[in-house]
């Protein structure tokens, strides 16, 4: 009895006062900030909010190099950045991974501002002889899942010896039916919803690519952009 009593203002009681307060500040929302950016010309405000910090991508960018240098031990892959989003999660990526590898990357023009034009044109830049070759292909978010589609395909008329796609963000939500049994991302850094996100790569007209985290976009009234 003395001993559980012993437990309880030993140990567990500490622990209660000392998560509590680590609860409440982890639900804090964080703050929000405005911008006002340049598109086509006109002044436009936006408001941004962090939803992923650049400790906790940072970490991920970890596991998955570990992860993936482990599974790719002796065979020496191409990691193929998707141009431009995933390049600074791409050039993090590659450093955490111990192996050698092969680095090269990939354009690909289908967006223009935040929406889709529903086209997704060509492939262009690939150096590499992917012929029998291991590509580990690297995005910074599968939306749709159009552009990742229409990648597989493309990489698959080279006859690699096998594609594994990566990919900092993924909107389950927003992956088209179409895609469902095609598009499979075999390593997600971490899911999001259907909200507009900038950041660590991820831009808006070509802004916020520089930023260390991810952040939600909104316009000055709420809506999503
Ligand atoms: P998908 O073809 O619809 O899957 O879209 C892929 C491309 O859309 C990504 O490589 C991004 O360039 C762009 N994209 C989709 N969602 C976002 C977002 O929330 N922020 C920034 N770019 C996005």
């Known amino acids: 009895m003395r001993r559980v009593a012993g437990l309880v203002t030993g140990f ?39 939803v992923i910090s650049a400790e906790k991508i940072q970490e991920r960018v970890k596991e998955l190099g570990k992860t993936l240098s ?20 791409h050039s993090d990526l590659v ?41 580990i292909m690297v995005e910074d ?9 229409f990648l597989i395909t493309h990489f698959k008329t080279y006859q690699p010896a096998s594609i594994t796609i990566v990919s900092l963000l993924t909107k389950p939500t927003k992956l088209l039916p179409e895609y469902k049994n095609t598009v499979f991302v075999d390593y997600i850094g971490f899911k999001i919803p259907p909200d507009f996100v900038v950041g660590f790569g991820l831009d808006l007209d070509g802004y916020f690519r520089n930023l260390p985290d991810i952040k939600i976009v909104k316009t000055i009234d709420g809506k999503s952009v």
């Not at 567990?12 to 086509?40: D, G, N, Q, R």
């Not at 990357?105 to 992917?130: C, I, M, N, P, Q």
């Open 12 to 50: 567990l009681l500490p622990m209660l006062a000392f998560s509590e307060p680590l609860a409440k500040k982890e639900k804090k929302a964080e703050p929000m900030e405005t911008h006002v950016v340049t598109i086509k010309g006109k002044p436009v405000t936006f408001t941004m909010q962090q």
């Open 141 to 149: 978010i599968v939306d749709t899942g159009r552009t990742m589609d």
């Open 70 to 89: 482990e599974k790719f031990t002796g065979k020496q892959p191409v990691v193929i950045g998707v141009l431009s989003g995933s390049s600074i999660f």
């Open 95 to 135: 450093r955490a991974m111990n192996i050698p590898v092969e680095v090269d990357f990939v354009r690909v023009s289908s967006y223009h501002g935040t929406e889709s034009s529903g086209k997704v044109k060509s492939a262009l830049g690939v150096k590499s002889d992917l012929k029998g070759r291991h590509i």
